[in-house]
C-alpha cells in the first residue's frame, strides 16, 4: 500500500485566494482526521471522519475552512479566503475505526500564504 | 480534560546508547490508550509504538519499549542502541477510548550524537 498520499507538498498562495488540499486514505479504512501543525499550537485536530460522515468538526477555526469526504478514497479540506495566519502544515490521517492501532499520516502539506 | 505534558524540549544521546523520553498525562478515564510518534526532518508522523491502559505488560517494539505507570499517569520512551536516524521530534499522544480524538504533547527533540 502507498500510505496516505497528500497532496500538494507545498502550497504557496495570496491572502484572499482559495486553498483546497488533497487526501486519498488508505484503502480499507474506514475513518479519516485533518490535523493541523505550528509551532505556536503544535498538532490540533480539525475534524474527522466515520465512514464519509463527518464526525466531529469543532476544532475547524472558522467558517471559512471547509472539509468534505464525497467517498471513502478521497477528501479535501479548503480554506476560502485564506490568511498569513492560516500557515501551517496540514496533515491527512486515517485508521480504522474502532481498532485504536493508531492513525497512518500522510506526509502532510506546507502551507504558506503571503 | 485530558493533557498530555513532554517536559523535555530537547534531549541528546550518543549514538548506540540509551535514552529515556518523558510523558505524563492527565485523566480521569480508566480505558484508553497511549502512542509515540516520531517526526523525521521528512515531516511524516510515523507511529513507533502503542500501549493499552488495562494491559499491565509495556509495549515493546525493536530497539523501542514503554515504561507504562498507569497510577503514576507516566508513559515513558525507551531507546536503546540508539541510531542516527533516531534523530526526531517524538511526540506522546493520548486517545480516551471512543473518541479517537489524539491529544499530543508537545514534543521532545533528539538529537543523536555521533
Known amino acids: 500500500d502507498a500510505g496516505v498520499i497528500q497532496s500538494p507538498r507545498h502550497e504557496v498562495t495570496e491572502m484572499g485566494q482559495e486553498v483546497t488540499l488533497r487526501c486519498k486514505p488508505i484503502?480499507?479504512?474506514?475513518?479519516l482526521f485533518w490535523y493541523r501543525q505550528t509551532m505556536m499550537r503544535g498538532l490540533e485536530l480539525l475534524i474527522y471522519?466515520?465512514?464519509?460522515?463527518?464526525?466531529?468538526d469543532s476544532g475547524m477555526p472558522e467558517d471559512r475552512f471547509s472539509a468534505k469526504m464525497p467517498n471513502a478514497s478521497f477528501s479535501t479540506l479548503k480554506i476560502q479566503p485564506s490568511e498569513p495566519r492560516d500557515s501551517a502544515v496540514y496533515f491527512c490521517a486515517s485508521s480504522f475505526w474502532g481498532k485504536a492501532q493508531g492513525y497512518t499520516f500522510g506526509s502532510g502539506t506546507r502551507l504558506t500564504v503571503v | 480534560a485530558q493533557t498530555v505534558t513532554q517536559s523535555q524540549p530537547e534531549m541528546s544521546v550518543q549514538e548506540a546508547e540509551t535514552v529515556t523520553l518523558s510523558c505524563t498525562y492527565d485523566?480521569?478515564?480508566?480505558?484508553?490508550?497511549l502512542f509515540w510518534y516520531k517526526q523525521p526532518p521528512s515531516r511524516q508522523m510515523i507511529l513507533v509504538i502503542r500501549q493499552e491502559a488495562y494491559k499491565q505488560q509495556n509495549a515493546t517494539e525493536n530497539r523501542f519499549s514503554v515504561n507504562f505507570q498507569k497510577a503514576a499517569k507516566s508513559f515513558s520512551l525507551k531507546i536503546s542502541d540508539s541510531q542516527l536516524g533516531d534523530a526526531a521530534m517524538y511526540f506522546c499522544?493520548?486517545?480516551?477510548?471512543?473518541?479517537?480524538?489524539?491529544?499530543f504533547g508537545t514534543g521532545t527533540r533528539l538529537k543523536v550524537l555521533a
Open positions: 471522519f466515520n465512514n464519509n460522515v463527518p464526525i466531529d
Open positions: 499522544a493520548y486517545d480516551t477510548s471512543g473518541t479517537y480524538k489524539y491529544i
Open positions: 484503502s480499507g479504512h474506514n475513518s
Open positions: 485523566t480521569s478515564e480508566s480505558d484508553y490508550y
